[in-house]
């Protein structure tokens, strides 16, 4: 089992930053994967951001240039640093790891953080 826990969402005018935070712990070894997705208010979950285990990173084409997922192995923690916010990126942001088991690989989420941007 893999637990994550979100952090840093909250309210934010355009044109500001946040910084996102998503800790994982219990079984936190063979992790090949973490990311970040959104959800909107009656949309479908989606893709925002994700990092391998060696490094390799993946953007949606919405946020390259403005956001930046980043890691911390040391405390086994994934950041995305979110410049530039728009009133568009406002939606409920979910930390993801992606853990191998040998056989296949488990998905695992976070309870999700809120991200507002609004004048």
């Known amino acids: 089992q893999v637990q994550l826990v979100e952090s840093g969402g909250g309210l934010v005018q355009p044109g500001g930053s946040l910084r996102l935070s998503c800790a994982a712990s219990?079984?936190?070894?063979?992790?090949?994967?973490m990311g970040w997705y959104l959800q909107a208010p009656g949309k479908q979950r989606e893709l925002v951001a994700t990092?391998?285990?060696?490094?390799?990173?993946n953007y949606a084409d919405s946020v390259k240039g403005r956001f930046t997922i980043s890691r911390d192995n040391a405390k086994n923690t994934v950041y995305l640093q979110m410049n530039s916010l728009k009133a568009e990126d406002t939606a409920v942001y979910y930390c993801n790891a992606v853990h191998y088991g040998g056989k296949y690989y488990d998905n695992y989420w976070g309870q999700g953080t809120q991200v507002t941007v609004s004048s």
């Open positions: 990092i391998t285990s060696d490094g390799s990173t």
């Open positions: 219990g079984s936190i070894f063979r992790i090949y994967a």
